[in-house]
């Protein structure tokens, strides 16, 4: 008998172990997401390129977000053509994803969530949806006074703004503005 007690309290050490190792991972993977985007070949080009006047973002980008003001624009050629416009982005443990150049890849005017439901159980809804990042990552309309999923959240009427001037293949960058500020300084002086 005891000999089947220390296997079971090994296999429950082990187990444990294991989720310990695992979350660690995990967190370690949230602590590092800004530095590792910050150290992409992506990055290191954008901080090359010039910087549009009053964004955080390259001249190559088409939409641009900072998550530290919690505001985007859109850009063409290098200037801001409608901005800032103030969002919502991914709060703790689901934030929006930083990049340097994710591309718009689908484009869904009435998109439904298939993972978030209404109180009253239906999909939820996410109007003017732009899809950009992996997971399902989009602007789209909703309510700007709580956070997202993920997703860059914009009202109504902006939500359909960036619905119509983003085209599949548009750059979008989101950023943090003290970040950026900061990379773009070591490589005027270096």
């Known amino acids: 008998m005891p000999s089947r007690t220390i296997r079971r309290n090994r296999a429950a050490t082990a ?29 290191r080009q954008t901080h090359a390129e010039k910087q549009v006047p009053g964004t955080p973002c390259s001249v190559s980008a088409r939409a641009c977000v900072d998550l530290e003001t919690q505001r985007a624009w859109l850009i ?29 890849y689908r484009k869904e005017a009435d998109h439904t969530s298939g993972e978030f439901t209404t ?5 939820s809804p996410m109007p ?15 309510d700007r006074d709580r956070a997202s999923a993920g997703c860059v959240k914009l009202d109504a009427v902006e939500a359909q703004r960036f619905f119509t001037d983003l085209e599949n293949g548009d750059k979008v960058q989101v950023l943090n503005a003290t970040t950026e500020r900061d990379e773009r300084a070591k490589l005027a002086t270096a």
Do not use: C
């Open 128 to 142: 003017w949806s732009v899809f950009f990042a992996d997971g399902g990552v989009a602007f789209h309309g909703g």
């Open 119 to 123: 109180p009253e159980g239906q999909p």
């Open 76 to 104: 063409e050629n290098g200037a801001v053509t409608h901005g800032p416009v103030p969002v919502a982005s991914g709060g703790a443990g689901q934030e929006t994803p930083i990049g340097h150049s994710f591309r718009v």
């Open 15 to 43: 187990a444990v172990a294991a989720l310990v190792v695992v979350a660690g991972i995990a967190t370690a993977g949230v602590a590092t997401a800004d530095a590792e985007a910050e150290n992409s070949e992506a990055a």
